[in-house]
């Protein structure tokens, strides 16, 4: 049996692209498996249903390798299970070289996949790893230069303790309070909190 797997990361993301070179190979909807869901794990209802139909023999279609997994150890791990525990096929639509097909009887297929599968996988988590590492030097120095992240920091209003005691006494209303204030509920209510006022 021949099936595809098609995975986006959010339920915006398009799958045509995909669908389409699964069409191309000659699959149909009831053979294509979609996710629509981060790959940070296998714990995805669709591709749990196609690993568990996967069977010796069978070809899975994937447009990528990063398809199956967001690292290195997770796609040689789950590219392990599926070949050498299932002992079905996998077939990279984007990576030619990546199709462990064993054809008329030659095992070269599946030895190069093994090792290009290998290599791609360690050069994608080793760019992986160098955008992190270039993300956290352009922080620390921004941060070295004066730059500051986040919401900046709202000031106490100098009218905020009588206002508030006003609030607490009931003799208005929150929203009036933050009116008054200049504030977001949300913030009047976390100062509140912090000032503890009776």
């Not at 079905?88 to 070289?97: E, G, K, S, T, W």
Request: net charge positive.
């Amino acid at each position: 049996m021949t099936y595809g797997y098609v995975r986006v990361s959010t339920l915006a993301q398009k799958i045509d692209r995909q669908l389409d070179d699964m069409y191309k190979k000659g699959l149909d909807d009831s053979t294509i498996y979609i996710d629509k869901e981060s790959g940070k794990d296998f714990n995805r209802a669709n591709y749990k249903k196609l690993y568990r139909r996967l069977k010796k023999d069978d070809v899975l279609f994937i447009k990528s390798i990063d398809r199956l997994g967001r690292n290195y150890n997770m796609i040689i791990d789950e590219w392990r299970k599926i070949t050498k525990i299932k002992e079905a096929d996998i077939v990279v639509i984007d990576m030619p070289l990546l199709d462990t097909r064993i054809r008329n009887g030659n095992l070269v297929g599946k030895f190069i996949s093994d090792v290009v599968l290998q290599v791609l996988s360690f050069v994608a988590q080793n760019e992986r790893e160098l955008i992190h590492q270039r993300q956290a030097e352009g922080i620390r120095i921004a941060k070295q230069k004066g730059v500051v992240f986040g919401r900046p920091k709202i000031s106490v209003p100098k009218n905020f303790f009588d206002i508030a005691t006003k609030y607490k006494h009931k003799k208005i209303t929150s929203l009036e309070a933050c009116h008054i204030l200049n504030l977001s509920r949300g913030t009047f209510f976390r100062m509140l909190q912090k000032m503890q006022i009776n």
